[in-house]
C-alpha cells in the first residue's frame, strides 16, 4: 500500500489563481480530511468526509471546496488564492474507527 | 467550543523524563492522541488513548489522562536526541465518529546532549 500520497510537494502561486491539491489514499478508508499547518497555530481541520458523496467544513473551511466522488480520492480546491492560505497542507484519512488517522507527506504552498 | 491547548516549549538533558501536559475541553471525547512531527515531516501517531482509560503505556511512553480535570500528559521516559520535535496532543470530538480531529498548538521538545 502506498498510505496517503499528496502532490504536490510544493507550488507556488500568484493571489487570484486556482488550483487543486491532490489527495488519494489506497486503504478503502471511509474517513478523509484536509488540515492547515501555521506555525503557533497546530492543525487546524479545514474540510472533512465521512463517506464518498459526504463532505462537511471543519474550522477554517472558508476560501477552499471540497468534493468526494470516490472512497479514494479528496481533492482541495482553491478558487482564488490568497496571502493568507500560504501554508502547509496535510491530508489525512482513517477507517470508520477512527482509532488512527493516517497522515500525508505534506503540500507546501506559497501564494504570493 | 472545542479547544486544545498546549505549552510551547520544553527543553530536557538526554536521558532525563520528559513530561508534556495538554488540556482539552470537550468532555465526550472518545480518543486522544499524540502525535510526533520531526522537521519537515509529516504527522506521526505515537499513541493514543481511549477516553474510559486513565493510563497507557508502551515502552518508553506513557500516557496519562485525567478525565475530571480534562487533562492529558505524555510522559517520554529516557528521552534521546531522536526524540526532538514538536508533539501535538489532538482529541476526536463528539462521542460520535467524525473522523475529525482538534489539534493543540504542538510543545516543541528540545533534547540537550
Known amino acids: 500500500n502506498a498510505g496517503v500520497t499528496q502532490t504536490p510537494k510544493f507550488q507556488v502561486l500568484k493571489t487570484g489563481q486556482s488550483m487543486t491539491l491532490q489527495c488519494a489514499q489506497d486503504?478503502?478508508?471511509?474517513?478523509m480530511s484536509w488540515y492547515r499547518q501555521d506555525p503557533g497555530m497546530g492543525l487546524r481541520l479545514i474540510h472533512y468526509?465521512?463517506?464518498?458523496?459526504?463532505?462537511d467544513q471543519g474550522e477554517v473551511p472558508n476560501g477552499y471546496n471540497v468534493s468526494r466522488s470516490t472512497t479514494e480520492d479528496f481533492p482541495l480546491r482553491l478558487l482564488s488564492a490568497a496571502p493568507s492560505q500560504t501554508s502547509v497542507y496535510f491530508c489525512?484519512?482513517?477507517?470508520?474507527?477512527?482509532?488512527?488517522?493516517?497522515f500525508g507527506p505534506g503540500t507546501r504552498l506559497l501564494v504570493l | 467550543g472545542e479547544d486544545v491547548e498546549q505549552s510551547l516549549f520544553l527543553s530536557v538533558r538526554e536521558g532525563d523524563s520528559s513530561v508534556i501536559n495538554c488540556t482539552y475541553t470537550?468532555?465526550?471525547?472518545?480518543?486522544l492522541y499524540w502525535y510526533k512531527q520531526e522537521p519537515g515531516a509529516g504527522l506521526q501517531l505515537l499513541t493514543y488513548?481511549?477516553?474510559?482509560?486513565d493510563m497507557k503505556q508502551d515502552q518508553r511512553l506513557t500516557v496519562l489522562l485525567n478525565k475530571k480535570d480534562k487533562h492529558l500528559s505524555l510522559r517520554i521516559a529516557d528521552t534521546q536526541t531522536g526524540d526532538s520535535a514538536i508533539y501535538f496532543c489532538?482529541?476526536?470530538?463528539?462521542?460520535?465518529?467524525?473522523?475529525?480531529?482538534?489539534f493543540g498548538q504542538g510543545t516543541t521538545l528540545q533534547v540537550k546532549p
Open positions: 489532538a482529541e476526536s470530538p463528539g462521542s460520535g465518529n467524525t473522523g475529525k480531529l482538534i
Open positions: 488513548i481511549f477516553s474510559n482509560m
Open positions: 470537550d468532555s465526550s471525547s472518545t480518543y
Open positions: 486503504m478503502n478508508h471511509e474517513y
Open positions: 468526509s465521512v463517506g464518498a458523496g459526504i463532505t
Open positions: 489525512a484519512s482513517s477507517p470508520h474507527t477512527v482509532e488512527t488517522q493516517y
